[in-house]
């Protein structure tokens, strides 16, 4: 005999399928690649940590840079690298070397060591996405920068 005809809520269960394997594909991208976003936030906030944690250290220390360097400076020096490597390698900037602060950075070399002249650390870092699409908007991997001023302060 005769078959009776679908009932309407089985048309619009087919329906509901299609629609769904057409916008899933777009949901799961758009998820990645905020995802994708918010690492490259949180990369870019941990190294502007690392570079305030490196200028403090340095503007703290600031006489292990301002001349010869004796035993003490040298191991206040080996400290700040020590320092912001770990906050480097916590990123994934396993490569990077670290930069030595900038003691000069607004060019006037006569107040490069004074208390409340600035010292600048400046750090940049790679990172790979995870969306082919994302890096193709935005080139892989995407470096980012990170920069702290901070003044001249030496413990006493």
């Known amino acids: 005999m005769f078959a009776p005809p679908p009932s309407h809520s089985q048309h ?19 998820l990645v690649m905020a995802l994708d976003a918010g690492r490259l936030f949180f990369g870019w906030i941990a190294l502007q940590n690392a570079s305030r944690i490196g200028a403090d250290y340095a503007a703290s220390h600031a006489d292990a840079w301002d001349g010869a360097v004796n035993s003490f400076d040298q191991e ?4 700040y690298e020590l320092l912001v490597r770990e906050d480097l390698q916590a990123l994934g900037c396993q490569d990077n070397e670290v930069p030595p602060p900038d003691f000069d950075p607004d060019g006037d070399p006569t107040d490069d060591f004074a208390d409340g002249a ?12 995870l969306t082919p699409l994302a890096e193709s908007f935005l080139g892989a991997p995407v470096t980012l920068h990170g920069r702290s001023d901070f003044a001249i302060n030496r413990i006493r």
Do not use: D, K, N, Y
């Open 12 to 30: 619009r269960r087919g329906q509901a399928v299609v629609e769904t394997a057409i916008i899933l594909p777009l949901l799961v991208l758009l």
């Open 76 to 79: 206040w020096q080996e400290r």
């Open 118 to 129: 600035l010292v600048r650390v400046e750090l940049a870092c790679s990172f790979g996405l």
